[in-house]
């Protein structure tokens, strides 16, 4: 029997060292070639690796959460083969970027996309033997695990048999989850859950924003009365071709039209350096809750796209991070950000820069409020916009000027397009 050493390969450049965030195999399994041996996640992107030839494992390097040196020696197997190929790198198998972390609370990112699609031969058959590691994207193992679902009894529909995020939801509706914990189990179990991944990456991100950056929030009532009107009759209109309107292209607009006033909140603060970079093109990050954590897909150029493009561009992004299929380009890069929680936004948050950003603008839930119009109180459809500044570069008196122009194009939406 001969043995090959799986080396960690280069997953990015400049990059010296990986953490391992999830071993597919155990000693003693026998694995066929393209098989996911384990994945690993620099600061952009998670990488699985696969095996270079068929064989049984014997070593491991190392636990979840451990960091390894890129070359290092990953996995070892013992082939059946009668020749003993030299010890080589794995190949890597698509790798496909996950989020940076670049400040989770609201918007910084860190993703974790699953690598692309495997070369593994199709299944054919809805069940996995018990020998037979499934294939499936750390996101959706992670889901599974959570769940108690044995992902060897999921039919995978995806390419080679990859079992996908519908997969699992087409089982857990079915029934096809875990048996939940006794009573006296819930009160008297304790679950320890080491930090490892995308949630590491999250954490350090938050700590350093939180730590270097002196936050500056202010918080502004906006009314989206006429805003909401507007959105209303376009979506109405039932145009081929375009995406419905969500409140979030009319504030991406509204920024594009407050930043030419105010350029120096489009920029990156180097602290270390002391250096402002103020950016030409706009680059908004839209924070996104993705089942791994939350990400930042970049929306570029948002002062060249019209309402329905950044529409369009919010959409495939935010499914792309969901899916796992986001790019490290399309997860980097951001200049401002925006935060959005929907319905569940509360009414004012503090949000986090996504750090080395100096600004981010925080969307609260639109509510009925009682408006006072000079002579009566009317129902009006009210939002709060709560966005935080580095206080190191960005003055009071700028923070406000620039939430106002956004009220101002808001509550005015016909300036939007008035150039």
Same mark, same amino acid.
């Given at each position: 029997?001969? !043995?090959?050493?799986?080396?960690?390969?280069?997953?990015?450049?400049?990059?010296?060292?990986?953490?391992?965030?999830? #071993?597919?195999?155990?000693?003693?399994?026998?694995?066929? !070639?393209?098989?996911?041996?384990?994945?690993?996640?620099?600061?952009?992107?998670?990488?699985?690796?696969?095996?270079?030839?068929?064989?049984?494992?014997? #070593? /491991? $390097?190392?636990?979840?959460?451990?960091?390894?040196?890129?070359?290092?020696?990953?996995?070892? =197997?013992?082939?059946?083969?009668?020749?003993?190929?030299?010890?080589?790198? *794995?190949?890597?198998?698509?790798?496909?970027?996950?989020?940076?972390?670049?400040?989770?609370?609201?918007?910084?990112?860190?993703?974790?996309?699953?690598?692309?699609?495997?070369?593994?031969?199709? %299944?054919?058959?809805?069940?996995?033997? $018990?020998?037979?590691?499934?294939?499936?994207?750390?996101?959706? &193992? =992670?889901?599974?695990?959570?769940?108690?679902?044995?992902?060897?009894?999921?039919?995978?529909?995806?390419?080679?048999? &990859?079992?996908?995020?519908?997969? =699992?939801?087409?089982?857990? /509706? &079915?029934?096809?989850?875990?048996?939940? *914990?006794?009573?006296?189990?819930?009160?008297?179990?304790?679950?320890?859950?080491?930090?490892?991944?995308?949630?590491?990456? +999250?954490?350090?991100?938050?700590?350093?924003?939180?730590?270097?950056?002196?936050?500056?929030?202010?918080?502004?009532?906006?009314?989206?009365?006429?805003?909401?009107?507007?959105?209303?009759?376009?979506?109405?209109?039932?145009? @081929?071709?375009? @995406?419905? /309107?969500?409140?979030?292209? %009319? =504030?991406?607009?509204?920024?594009?039209?407050?930043?030419?006033? /105010?350029?120096?909140?489009?920029?990156?603060?180097?602290?270390?350096?002391? +250096?402002?970079?103020?950016?030409?093109?706009v680059h908004i990050g839209i924070?996104?809750?993705?089942?791994?954590?939350?990400?930042?897909?970049?929306?570029?150029?948002?002062?060249?796209?019209?309402? #329905?493009?950044?529409?369009?561009?919010?959409?495939?992004?935010?499914?792309?991070?969901?899916?796992?299929?986001?790019?490290?380009?399309?997860?980097?890069?951001?200049?401002?950000?925006?935060?959005?929680?929907?319905a569940l936004g509360g009414l004012?948050?503090?949000? +986090?820069?996504?750090?080395?950003?100096?600004?981010?603008?925080?969307?609260n839930r639109i509510a009925i409020?009682?408006?006072?119009?000079?002579?009566? %109180?009317?129902? &009006?459809?009210?939002?709060?916009?709560?966005?935080? %500044?580095?206080?190191?570069?960005?003055?009071?008196?700028?923070? *406000?000027?620039?939430?106002?122009?956004?009220?101002?194009?808001?509550?005015?939406?016909?300036?939007?397009?008035?150039?």
């Amino acid at each position: 029997m001969a !043995e090959r050493v799986v080396r960690l390969p280069d997953v990015g450049e400049g990059i010296a060292e990986a953490e391992l965030v999830e #071993w597919h195999v155990k000693v003693g399994d026998v694995v066929r !070639e393209d098989a996911v041996l384990g994945a690993v996640m620099t600061d952009k992107a998670t990488v699985e690796i696969p095996s270079p030839a068929d064989g049984r494992v014997t #070593w /491991l $390097a190392g636990n979840v959460g451990d960091l390894l040196a890129i070359g290092s020696d990953f996995v070892r =197997l013992e082939l059946d083969g009668k020749s003993e190929p030299a010890p080589e790198a *794995a190949k890597v198998a698509s790798p496909a970027a996950s989020a940076e972390a670049k400040g989770a609370d609201h918007g910084a990112t860190i993703p974790r996309a699953p690598a692309g699609a495997q070369k593994s031969k199709p %299944f054919a058959a809805p069940r996995h033997h $018990a020998a037979e590691r499934p294939l499936a994207a750390p996101a959706v &193992r =992670l889901r599974a695990r959570e769940a108690g679902v044995d992902l060897r009894q999921v039919h995978g529909t995806g390419p080679a048999g &990859r079992i996908t995020h519908d997969d =699992l939801d087409a089982l857990l /509706l &079915r029934g096809g989850a875990g048996t939940p *914990a006794t009573p006296h189990q819930a009160q008297t179990a304790v679950t320890d859950i080491k930090i490892v991944g995308l949630r590491r990456k +999250i954490a350090e991100k938050m700590s350093i924003a939180n730590a270097r950056i002196p936050h500056i929030t202010y918080v502004e009532e906006v009314d989206v009365t006429a805003l909401e009107d507007l959105r209303a009759k376009v979506n109405g209109r039932k145009l @081929p071709d375009k @995406p419905k /309107l969500t409140l979030l292209p %009319f =504030l991406m607009r509204a920024m594009v039209r407050a930043i030419a006033e /105010l350029p120096h909140l489009n920029a990156h603060f180097d602290d270390e350096a002391g +250096i402002v970079h103020q950016h030409a093109g706009v680059h908004i990050g839209i924070a996104t809750q993705t089942p791994t954590g939350l990400m930042v897909p970049v929306v570029r150029h948002a002062e060249a796209r019209d309402l #329905w493009g950044c529409a369009s561009e919010i959409a495939r992004l935010a499914e792309a991070a969901r899916n796992g299929s986001a790019t490290r380009d399309e997860l980097t890069g951001s200049t401002i950000t925006i935060t959005s929680l929907g319905a569940l936004g509360g009414l004012a948050t503090t949000p +986090i820069i996504n750090h080395p950003e100096v600004a981010i603008v925080g969307v609260n839930r639109i509510a009925i409020r009682p408006h006072w119009d000079g002579s009566a %109180f009317v129902p &009006r459809q009210m939002m709060n916009l709560s966005s935080s %500044f580095d206080h190191r570069v960005i003055d009071g008196f700028d923070a *406000a000027r620039f939430v106002q122009r956004i009220k101002l194009l808001l509550e005015t939406p016909a300036m939007i397009f008035i150039d």
